[in-house]
């Protein structure tokens, strides 16, 4: 058992065993449905401790809080039945009119199961704590999961059919901020008696979705066992410099997890986007693959365009510095980048690319600026007396395609 593991067994077990009852005489008593001037009373108890908490850590005083929230979760769904707890969502607002805050999830195919997480009403940002609520026969049981700072949580359930492990629960939640966040995964069994839930992967460390992303469920063999997505940030091109702000283009990698043992990385891809064919085709260049970067155009103009700008000859880290892109779209198909090959961004080119029956490719490389570098500037000859204009009318030579 991993130290993830572990950790968690051992905080559920710390949150309602009958050991901690007798060193914290503080616990609650054993839960039982209750009245309302009971609620109320576990719900003022609850907000006079959450309202003493002097860090964001979850210490004793919170798991006691905590645990007279998880009475009133307990008593409302007791009320609601198993058969009644499609409207089990309800638990947030009530929770809310006794001055308490939740986030609820349940299980879409068997809504009996659900996960609240409770927050410290009075500190923002304070340490929270989750239950996950299950029936067992009519009795309406609870187990505490810390998610160690996490957020968002979804939750899935299916039924196993064995009897060593009856019902299998997994969460995936976010840790970090709100647009810099990583997924994380807890996986458990059912124990056979059905009293409780035992972790098999439990939190950070114990499965690599990838790192900052996202991830979602998703069933993709229909076998009623879900399978896990998720899209991260790819290993950055050195070619390309580091780029941050909102809207440069970034790899993606998705990646797909079954379920064996546990979760297991099955599959691994880069999303295909204007950008991973531009990466694509700029690293078939450097390695001499030429039929290969052919392939990424729809033309050869676009390959004897990459020839007279060097492309195949730049070694230079970051000789490509990515620009926002012009107007609202938030998936473009044209990219600017400053281009330096020298160091100098003295080049200014938009990327365009086309879609072929799924596939994107380089349709056109277009200077919109271009200058003499420093380095050249030395030894430029001297400027040639201006051309008179063409007369209207004239043709000229050459053309350039737009955008498709």
């Not at 907000?47 to 005083?61: H, I, Q, V, W, Y």
């Not at 410099?241 to 909102?246: K, Q, R, S, T, Y």
Request: with cysteine; hydrophobic share 40%.
């Amino acid at each position: 058992m991993s130290r993830a593991t572990l950790a968690l067994a051992l905080l559920a077990a710390a949150a309602f065993s009958p050991a901690s009852a007798q060193i914290s005489p503080s616990l609650p008593k054993p839960w039982h449905p209750a009245a309302s001037d009971s609620i109320a009373d576990w719900a003022s108890q609850a907000r006079a401790l959450l309202a003493g908490s002097k860090n964001d850590d979850l210490g004793e005083r919170e798991v006691v809080a905590y645990r007279y929230v998880d009475r009133i979760a307990k008593s409302y769904f007791h009320t609601l039945g198993s058969k009644g707890m499609a409207a089990g969502g309800g638990i947030v607002t009530f929770l809310d009119s006794l001055r308490l805050q939740a986030k609820f999830t349940q299980d879409r195919e068997y809504p009996a199961f659900a996960f609240v997480q409770f927050f410290n009403p009075s500190h923002e940002g304070f340490a929270s704590l989750g239950y996950v609520y299950w029936f067992r026969g009519s009795e309406i049981r609870s187990q505490p999961i810390h998610l160690k700072n996490g957020h968002d949580p979804q939750f899935e359930v299916w039924w196993t059919g064995r009897e060593s492990a009856p019902w299998e629960m997994a969460l995936l939640y976010d840790v970090g901020r709100e647009g810099d966040s990583a997924p994380e995964l807890i996986f458990m069994r059912m124990i056979p008696t059905g009293v409780g839930w035992e972790p098999v992967q439990a939190g950070v460390g114990s499965l690599d979705l990838g790192g900052k992303g996202t991830a979602r469920f998703a069933d993709l063999d229909h076998d009623g066992i879900p399978e896990i997505v998720s899209w991260v940030d790819g290993v950055p091109d050195s070619m390309f410099a580091p780029c941050h702000e909102l809207g440069c283009p970034q790899l993606i990698t998705e990646r797909m997890f079954a379920l064996e043992r546990g979760y297991e990385l099955y599959d691994q891809r880069t999303v295909a986007t204007p950008f991973a064919t531009l990466v694509l085709f700029m690293r078939a260049l450097h390695s001499g693959q030429t039929a290969l970067a052919q392939s990424l155009t729809t033309g050869p103009s676009v390959m004897t365009k990459a020839r007279e700008l060097g492309f195949a000859r730049v070694r230079r880290p970051g000789v490509f510095r990515a620009t926002p892109p012009r107007g609202n779209t938030r998936w473009p198909d044209r990219l600017r980048f400053e281009y330096g090959p020298q160091g100098v961004f003295d080049t200014y080119l938009e990327m365009r690319f086309a879609i072929d029956q799924g596939h994107w490719l380089l349709d056109e490389i277009v200077v919109l600026k271009s200058g003499i570098t420093s380095e050249d500037s030395t030894s430029a000859p001297p400027k040639q007396p201006a051309r008179p204009r063409a007369k209207a009318g004239a043709t000229r030579t050459g053309s350039s395609r737009g955008a498709r």
